[in-house]
């Protein structure tokens, strides 16, 4: 859920097992069912998520990074969230992860606390 009020109380009602479980099963189903990576996308109306129904040649599997930067590509920007989902981490590891590129000069960070997002360079 992208509203933390709404979160909050589907959680206290019982409504919602884990929060952010959702969309890393989702991934973690294609994978197992040999279906290509779905590609998740969010802007500020919206989520997106893309499913492909057919087996995925073993050519077309793309790791974790490649989707992460392809979704950079498409949308220009990416927050911890949309790559911790990307990568199928925590958001600790995503955060370590996005630092990492980071430093490697691939990336670039704008905003503070919540607000953060990240760039290609």
Do not use: W
């Not at 009020?5 to 929060?19: D, M, N, Q, S």
């Not at 992460?68 to 949308?75: A, V």
């Amino acid at each position: 859920m992208r509203n933390p009020h709404l979160a909050r109380l589907a959680r206290k009602a019982g409504l919602v097992e884990k929060l952010g479980s959702g969309i890393q099963l989702i991934f973690s189903s294609c994978k197992e069912a040999g279906l290509q990576a779905p590609v998740y996308s969010e802007g500020n109306d919206i989520v997106k998520l893309r499913l492909y129904l057919e087996k995925r040649q073993e050519q077309e599997s793309f790791s974790a990074e490649e989707r992460l930067f392809s979704l950079l590509k498409m949308q220009g920007e990416v927050s911890i969230q949309e790559a911790a989902v990307i990568l199928q981490v925590s958001r600790n590891t995503a955060t370590r992860t996005l630092n990492r590129f980071i430093a490697q000069g691939r990336l670039q960070r704008k905003g503070k606390g919540p607000a953060v997002r990240y760039f290609l360079v």
